[in-house]
């Protein structure tokens, strides 16, 4: 069974920064990808950025330039480092596990970017 662990979450004023973690339970080489996705209240979850098991990176547009993705392998966690910061940022951020017929949710953590 993989587990995530999303960790780093909090309340921050705009133009701060916060750095996202998601421990995995098992080796993170062994995905296909990681990602990070986001949910604003009332809205779709959707993809913040992603990398691939060999270490290419994307971003959606929003965030490009302030938001960097990045992994340990040593300690199978993703980082999502998120700069700049804008109250549209605010929102539950999940870390996701994939491989081929399978994908992995951890349970969230809250981003709070208050104006």
């Known amino acids: 069974q993989v587990q995530l662990v999303e960790s780093g979450g909090g309340l921050v004023q705009a133009g701060g920064s916060l750095r996202l973690s998601c421990a995995v339970s098992?080796?993170?080489?062994?995905?296909?990808?990681m990602n990070w996705y986001r949910q604003a209240p009332g809205k779709q979850r959707e993809w913040v950025a992603g990398i691939t098991s060999s270490g290419a990176t994307n971003y959606v547009d929003s965030v490009k330039g302030r938001f960097t993705i990045s992994r340990d392998l040593t300690r199978n966690t993703v980082y999502l480092q998120m700069n700049s910061l804008k109250p549209e940022d605010t929102g539950v951020y999940y870390c996701?596990?994939?491989?081929?017929?399978?994908?992995?949710w951890g349970q969230g953590t809250q981003v709070t970017v208050s104006s």
């Open positions: 996701r596990a994939s491989r081929t017929g399978y994908m992995y």
């Open positions: 098992g080796s993170i080489i062994s995905f296909n990808a």
